[in-house]
């Protein structure tokens, strides 16, 4: 079955961290570009960060820059999100999209809430 799977979502207070994990199966992702996403409630999906699948160069929103880190284990298909600082902005669902120029999957989610 082909899918993405995110976890390690959960509940956290403000400066604590999370690694949030998106593992596939069914599909090799290192061919993959993936992407972290987040929603809020009455807002608009929005990107966290990126990982290319050429050269594994990333990319990061302004928001979490110096905050998160997104790499991969090939060994395991799966990328990872490290968020460490958390903050109450950073509640979201989170979402990992793996795309190539002809193929793309997205995972159903993970809720990470940042609170005391």
């Known amino acids: 079955q082909t899918q993405l799977v995110e976890s390690g979502g959960g509940l956290v207070q403000p400066g604590g961290s999370l690694r949030l994990s998106c593992t596939a199966s069914?599909?090799?992702?290192?061919?993959?570009?993936v992407g972290w996403f987040r929603q809020t409630p009455g807002k608009e999906r929005e990107g966290v960060s990126c990982?290319?699948?050429?050269?594994?160069?990333?990319v990061y929103a302004d928001s979490v820059k110096g905050r998160f880190t997104i790499s991969r284990d090939n060994a395991k298909n799966t990328v990872y999100l490290q968020m460490n600082s958390l903050k109450p902005e950073d509640t979201a669902v989170y979402y990992c999209n793996a795309e190539t120029s002809t193929k793309y999957y997205w995972g159903k989610g993970t809720l990470v809430t940042v609170s005391s």
């Open positions: 069914g599909f090799t992702l290192n061919y993959f570009t």
């Open positions: 990982i290319s699948n050429s050269d594994d160069s990333t």
